[in-house]
């Protein structure tokens, strides 16, 4: 059974930092590209970043310079650097798995390519 935990969301001040992370469990998630989305209630989820087994990255424009997605394959662990967070940084934060190897050219990541996902945390950045 495949399971993604994220973790390290918060409520912080625009500027500020925070790193998230996603242990992933029941899946050879080195293999695969694996991305980060957000949400906002009331809309639709929106690609943040992708990275894929040979270490190529996805930035959505809104986030360049300013977040780095990484991954620990010894941790399982799938890690979002968000640095200089901004207001409208503020929404609920999931990983996901897309079960190629290579993620796709699209920018931003796409939902429906990626097919197992973890349940989200709440990020909060206030001006």
């Known amino acids: 059974q495949v399971q993604l935990v994220e973790s390290g969301g918060g409520s912080v001040q625009e500027g500020d930092s925070l790193r998230l992370s996603c242990v992933v469990s029941?899946?050879?998630?080195?293999?695969?590209?694996m991305g980060w989305f957000r949400q906002v209630p009331g809309t639709g989820r929106e690609g943040v970043a992708a990275l894929d087994s040979d270490g190529v990255r996805i930035y959505t424009d809104s986030v360049k310079g300013r977040f780095t997605i990484s991954r620990d394959n010894a941790k399982s662990t799938l890690y979002l650097q968000m640095n200089s967070l901004k207001a409208e940084d503020t929404a609920t934060y999931y990983c996901?798995?897309?079960?190629?190897?290579?993620?796709?050219?699209?920018?931003?990541?796409?939902?429906?390519?990626?097919?197992?996902w973890g349940l989200g945390t709440q990020v909060t950045v206030s001006s």
């Open positions: 996901a798995i897309d079960d190629r190897t290579y993620c796709s050219d699209a920018n931003p990541p796409i939902e429906a390519e990626f097919h197992y």
């Open positions: 029941g899946y050879k998630y080195s293999m695969y590209c």
